[in-house]
């Protein structure tokens, strides 16, 4: 047990899949994994131990933003031993090619300040996603027919933000979209030698201002997991 995560050393498996949303960790365990329980509920945080293929897969709610999934990450990492983590989540699009339910596979994360910058000062770090994974994802992705996208996205620390310089910068170079983990998770994984990328659905659109109607959530949902399961074990 840490702080944070109820789960015995060995509940825990060395791939893992963190959605922000605790309730997604329980419907995407009951749906792809095989003999999933419960390991973590502190703080109604859930987490979900069960296979996928016959291969040990942890399913474990994030929270939103850099600070909660830093606690998770962390611990995950350093306490429990996992390898591969997969962040699957939405994002908000931000360039006019890329369209809602679209897939977003994240290369690199820019940010603005995550729970590492006292590490880095001066220096800007550029978090990026693991080569391996990534081209996986790319293939499985493909494979589904999944329309998507690899580049950086931002990171950002505000759901509701007062700083639309900062996303136009974003947008004038060429950054995907918006979410609030990646950053983190990369740099930790970088830190702690395990492997991470974020496999991100478009929710939302910062140009055109559309929005994934709620009905579609849940299947585009189920294609980053079945994405995140294929390429954690394609190699
Ligand atoms: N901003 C930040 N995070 C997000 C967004 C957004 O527009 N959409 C989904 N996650």
């Not at 003999?35 to 939103?64: H, Y």
């Not at 390898?83 to 820019?110: P, W, Y």
């Not at 950086?152 to 974003?170: A, H, K």
Request: hydrophobic share 40%; glycine share 8%; charged share 20%.
């Amino acid at each position: 047990m840490t702080i944070h995560i109820g789960a015995q050393k060995g509940e825990i498996a060395e791939t893992v899949l963190m959605p922000g949303d605790p309730y997604r960790a329980k419907w995407a365990a009951e749906t792809f994994l095989d003999d999933a329980r419960c390991v973590n509920e502190v703080r109604g945080m859930l987490g979900f131990t069960g296979t996928w293929k016959g291969q040990p897969v942890t399913i474990q709610g994030s929270g939103m933003g850099m600070p909660s999934l830093s606690i998770y990450a962390n611990e995950l990492i350093r306490d429990y031993g996992a390898k591969t983590l997969i962040r699957i989540g939405s994002c908000g699009a931000m360039q006019n090619h890329v369209n809602i339910r679209d897939v977003i596979l994240a290369m690199t994360a820019s940010t603005l300040s995550t729970p590492s910058r006292g590490i880095f000062r001066e220096l800007n770090y550029a978090p990026c996603a693991d080569f391996d994974l990534l081209h996986a994802a790319h293939a499985a992705a493909s494979a589904k027919g999944t329309p998507t996208h690899v580049g950086g996205i931002y990171s950002s620390d505000v759901f509701y933000d007062e700083r639309p310089d900062l996303n136009e910068q974003m947008i004038r170079h060429g950054i995907l979209g918006v979410e609030m983990e990646a950053a983190e998770l990369y740099t930790l994984a970088a830190r702690h030698g395990a492997r991470a990328l974020a496999v991100l659905t478009v929710s939302d659109h910062l140009i055109t201002h559309e929005a994934l109607p709620s009905e579609d959530r849940e299947r585009s949902f189920g294609d980053m997991v079945e994405i995140a399961l294929t390429a954690a074990f394609a190699s």
